[in-house]
């Protein structure tokens, strides 16, 4: 079972920066849209960015102009540029893959902490 990996999370200052990675410890030519997803304590667990195997990306609202998403379709590796974090951007940050004709895969999630 191929399995997502992420990487990257940690504590950082306001206004700063963090790179996000998730790779999928396997080969897994069904995986089509990747992303990711956020949930901050108490809260539901919401948009941050998905990308598809085209580069066509979507970002929540509140992340628009700071975060950019990428990925390497040969590695199935995403990546997650955070630029001019805020203190509500704190939150445990979760990889996904929608997979074609099969379930979709979640890491386990990394934490990032924005504070000073």
């Known amino acids: 079972q191929v399995q997502l990996v992420e990487s990257g999370g940690g504590l950082v200052q306001p206004g700063g920066s963090l790179r996000l990675s998730c790779a999928a410890s396997?080969?897994?030519?069904?995986?089509?849209?990747m992303g990711w997803y956020r949930q901050a304590p108490g809260k539901a667990r919401d948009l941050v960015a998905v990308?598809?195997?085209?580069?066509?990306?979507t970002y929540g609202d509140s992340v628009k102009g700071r975060f950019t998403i990428s990925r390497d379709n040969a590695k199935n590796t995403v990546y997650l540029q955070m630029n001019s974090l805020k203190p509500e951007d704190t939150a445990v940050y979760y990889c996904?893959?929608?997979?074609?004709?099969?379930?979709?895969?979640w890491g386990k999630g990394t934490l990032v902490t924005v504070s000073s």
């Open positions: 990308i598809t195997t085209g580069g066509s990306s």
């Open positions: 996904k893959a929608n997979r074609i004709l099969a379930s979709d895969l």
């Open positions: 396997g080969t897994d030519f069904r995986i089509n849209v």
